[in-house]
C-alpha cells in the first residue's frame, strides 16, 4: 500500500486548490469556473496589495468613505455566501499562491487578512488552512496534526481537505488509527447531495477504507473504497480510487 498511500495527498491537494464556496455547481461548468478564477487571482493580486497599502496610508479607512473601516475580506462578506461562488481577492491570490506551491506568499496573505481584523473567524480559518496545508506538503505530520487540533479548539471552519490531508500523512507515517479518526469526523460533519459534498464524501470514504485496510479490515475497506468510487468527480479520479480498490482485493486473495 505504501506507494499508492504517497499518491493519496495528492491527488486531494491538486483536487482542492481552487474550490469556491459555491458547493452546488456540475463538475465540468465548476473546473472552468475555477480556472476563471485562479487566473483572475493571478492578475488583481499585484492589484490588491497596492489597494491596501493606499488603504494603511490612509489610516486603516476604505477610499472614498474615510467615516468607515474597510472591510478585512475585501468583499467576502456578502459575496462570500452568493450563489454564483464568488470570492474575495484574498482567497484569489492565496489559491493562486498554493497552485504554484508558493506556501510563503499564501500565508504573507492570509497573515495579512487576519492583521486587519483578528476577530473575523473566515480569516483565521483561512490562515490555518494554509498553514496545515504546508505542513502537510512538507510531511511534517507533527505541525500539522498540532494546527488541526487547534484549529478544533477555536472551533475554526477549516476546508474538510485540509484534514483529510493530515489523515493521510498519518496513513503514511505508520499511525492508520490516527487517520481513520479524523476520516471519520469529516464524514461525520458531511451533510449534502451537491457535487462537491459528493466528492468530499468521497475523499473521506477513500482515506477511511484505506486506513481499514492498514489495520487489517479487509472488508471494510473494500466496501469504503467501493463507495468512494461511485462518488468520484470524473473518470480520471475514479481510474485512481480503483487501485486501492484492486490492491485491497487482491491482498485479500
Known sequence: MGALLIGVIAVIVSMVIGFSTARDQAQAAYATSQAQQIAAGQAIAAESAAAHAAQDANGGMA????????????????????????????????NSALENE??????????????????????????????????VAAGDIASADALLSEARELALELDPFAALGVADLWISEGEPDR??????????????????????????????????????????????????????PDEETAVEWQQYLDEIREKSR
Open 179 to 232: 487517520g481513520l479518526a479524523i476520516a471519520e469526523l469529516v464524514l461525520k460533519a458531511t451533510t449534502g447531495t451537491t457535487d462537491d459534498a459528493r466528492y468530499l464524501r468521497g475523499s473521506a470514504l477513500l482515506i477511511r477504507g484505506v486506513a481499514k485496510a492498514e489495520l487489517g479490515d479487509l472488508a471494510g475497506a473494500t466496501k469504503d473504497i467501493e463507495e468512494s468510487i461511485e462518488l468520484a
Open 63 to 94: 477610499d472614498g468613505d474615510p467615516s468607515s473601516p474597510a472591510s478585512p475580506l475585501a468583499g467576502a462578506g456578502d459575496d462570500a455566501d452568493d450563489a454564483d461562488g464568488t470570492m474575495s481577492v484574498e482567497e484569489l491570490a492565496i
Open 102 to 135: 508558493d506556501y510563503d506568499t499564501a500565508e504573507k496573505v492570509a497573515r495579512e487578512l487576519v492583521a486587519r481584523n483578528p476577530e473575523d473567524p473566515l480569516a483565521r480559518a483561512l490562515l490555518q488552512t494554509v498553514r496545515i496545508e504546508r505542513a
